[in-house]
């Protein structure tokens, strides 16, 4: 362990030094204090006598305590990698460029994958083929011949089968050919992947593809101001043949009260509002919807609408409606939009649909602001056929089954939103669908967080997963998410199950308190596991880090995983776990390559620090049992 002493200094006496010392301190400023005050405890457990700076002894014995015994002079050499001052000595701000370095070759890591995934690989397979290079090449300014692309898969591809894994493509952009002789033509063609890969990736971005998308009314009519009217509810009837015989944009208010009648509403541009004091409310039974909208332009406001019969509470049959502060209930569905529909749906409730789901879309488009889903029975939102809604600040909860649904090539954003005691899954993503979920919190719910299944896709990046009750995150039958930088708590299961043939890349995850696995790979699953921080559970000692099960493949390469005591220094200090860090249950074919077991964080952060410094790659299964 690190010694520490009375006076050894802190964290801020280590920036003043270095300000005093005219070191530059800019570095300071890119992390927080918290951050920055833990990258002090890191550097402790380097300055082992307090003096603030790590000198040669002090590496080699952090090195050798680590289970590294380095060669002669090759302290000297990690020093003079990052010793800016030639001190010969690390002081803490170098220390903090050191940090920084791996942090950024994480950056870059993350930056070329979603070139790699966005452009050259956006069948999801994780291998690109001939015709997504030349497709990808095309769609940067290159058109290519048949023997220039199949030169610049030859130069890169490392196992011969003629197609390139992200790793390939990876150690293309950062300049190694595997020593192997390639035309101008083709470095040239490589060099412009590499120069516009910023541009690719920023257009790629979470901001850009979770961004607001804007409404095309290009074919609607330009409105002019309408006139107002303003309705009693005494006579339901009277609803209809006064929106029938309303012109074109104007405004009708309908004063608080009960309407028992069906609604449709086919006049461009029209406004219908009901009161702003009081309930109006529009309340049938019947196989048609409560409320229809047929005009490509128009703008419900301040109504409760409920359908107690076969019939949805409100369908959307075109254009581009407004739905703002609606209440929704319909016992055979709430809101259906359908025939490439776009409407803003914002501030509205959709709940307690008995027999179905709070809002269904079809074959269309929507903007979903400040909902509330809750308590429905099939789903809170399902969204099918080639449907893409925009979901933001929105909570699905207490529903009966998921809270969202993306079936049948569906896509859409959620993001900002809240996924809650639910009593299933929280998201199914299914029959390749393929989301985005960005800042979402999915917890409590009554099965998974989120489960990938049948071809499933999706992009999943810095959710809050806590609680739920069988995996945070379940991936069956081939289905293929990229799940990166979110972080998982609790849950009774595996916090990660991949199994049946499921696949992905997770990445960059920070993994916490399961009951049975951080991550499992079952039979037939082939999931790229790379760059986790993987907890143990401080109170079940029986857990594992990472699963292999039998008849696995894939790979499970530079994970941190916290609680372990490495298989290789004979256990001289008590584990969290009595659990191993990666446990291997049968023959397998999943490469298990570069992972960093530790009892405590500090000392991962440490070894994986010299890591990525010092070249000396950790040995295959060096601590698997």
């Given at each position: 362990m690190s010694v520490h002493y009375a006076d050894q200094p802190t964290t801020e006496e280590h920036m003043q030094r270095a300000r005093a010392g005219n070191r530059r301190t800019s570095i300071f400023t890119r992390f927080t204090d918290a951050q920055t005050a833990k990258f002090h405890q890191i550097?402790?457990?380097?300055?082992?006598?307090?003096?603030?700076h790590i000198d040669e002894h002090e590496l080699h014995s952090i090195m050798l305590r680590l289970g590294r015994d380095l060669e002669e002079g090759e302290a000297k050499k990690l020093i003079e990698m990052v010793d800016t001052d030639g001190s010969g000595v690390i002081y803490f701000d170098e220390f903090m460029r050191m940090l920084e370095m791996q942090i950024d070759e994480q950056k870059k890591r993350i930056f070329n994958k979603d070139v790699f995934r966005s452009v050259f690989n956006k069948s999801g397979s994780g291998l690109m083929t001939r015709d997504e290079l030349r497709t990808g090449m095309l769609s940067l300014g290159f058109r290519m011949e048949d023997d220039e692309i199949d030169e610049m898969i030859a130069v890169?591809?490392?196992?011969?089968?003629g197609m390139l894994s992200f790793?390939?493509?990876?150690?293309?952009?950062?300049?190694a050919t595997q020593g192997r002789r390639a035309s101008m033509v083709v470095m040239e063609c490589w060099k412009k992947v590499f120069d516009e890969a910023p541009k690719v990736a920023e257009k790629y971005s979470m901001v850009n593809r979770c961004a607001k998308p804007m409404r095309d009314f290009r074919h609607s009519s330009h409105f002019q101001e309408g006139k107002t009217k303003t309705l009693t509810t005494d006579n339901s009837r009277a609803l209809q043949p006064a929106i029938d015989g309303s012109g074109q944009n104007d405004t009708i208010e309908v004063q608080a009260g009960v309407l028992t009648e069906p609604i449709v509403v086919n006049i461009e541009g029209m406004t219908l509002r009901g009161a702003t004091e009081g309930k109006t409310v529009i309340e049938v039974n019947s196989?048609?919807?409560?409320?229809t909208l047929r005009c490509k332009r128009c703008f419900i406001e301040n109504l409760e609408i409920i359908n107690h019969g076969a019939g949805p509470a409100v369908q959307v049959d075109q254009g581009f409606p407004d739905l703002t502060n609606l209440v929704i209930t319909g016992q055979n569905g709430g809101l259906l939009v359908k025939n490439r529909s776009h409407p803003l749906v914002k501030n509205c409730v959709f709940k307690d649909s008995g027999r179905a789901w709070g809002m269904l879309m079809r074959e269309s488009k929507a903007i979903i602001e400040g909902c509330t889903f809750t308590g429905n029975s099939d789903g809170g939102l399902v969204v099918e056929r080639s449907s893409s809604p925009w979901i933001c600040k929105s909570t699905f909860t207490k529903g009966k089954g998921c809270g969202c649904v993306f079936d049948e090539t569906a896509s859409g954003v959620i993001c900002e939103s809240l996924i809650a005691e639910n009593g299933c899954n929280g998201v199914l993503v299914t029959n390749g669908a393929n989301p985005i979920l960005w800042k979402n919190e999915i917890r409590d719910g009554e099965a998974a967080g989120i489960a990938v299944r049948e071809g499933g896709r999706g992009h999943y990046e810095e959710n809050l997963f806590c609680n739920n009750a069988s995996s945070e995150l379940e991936v069956l039958s081939k289905a293929n998410p990229l799940f990166r930088k979110n972080t998982l708590s609790g849950g009774e299961g595996s916090a990660i199950l991949i199994e049946d043939g499921g696949q992905g890349s997770y990445e960059v995850n920070t993994i916490n308190n399961y009951k049975l696995a951080g991550v499992s790979i079952g039979k037939d699953a082939s999931p790229q596991v790379v760059d986790n921080m993987i907890h143990s559970h401080a109170d079940i000692l029986g857990t594992c880090g990472v699963a292999v099960k039998e008849e696995a493949s894939g790979r499970v390469i530079d994970n941190t995983l916290i609680g372990w005591e490495p298989h290789r220094t004979g256990g001289s200090r008590q584990s969290l776990s009595t659990g191993m860090a990666i446990h291997i249950g049968g023959k397998h074919s999943c490469e298990v390559l570069d992972n960093i077991a530790r009892v405590t964080e500090q000392e991962a952060h440490a070894e994986k620090l010299v890591h990525t410094m010092g070249r000396h790659r950790l040995k295959k299964h060096s601590f698997v049992n």
């Open positions: 550097f402790q457990q380097f300055d082992a006598d307090g003096n603030g890169a591809d490392r196992t011969g089968k790793e390939d493509f990876n150690r293309m952009l950062r300049g196989k048609y919807p409560a409320l």
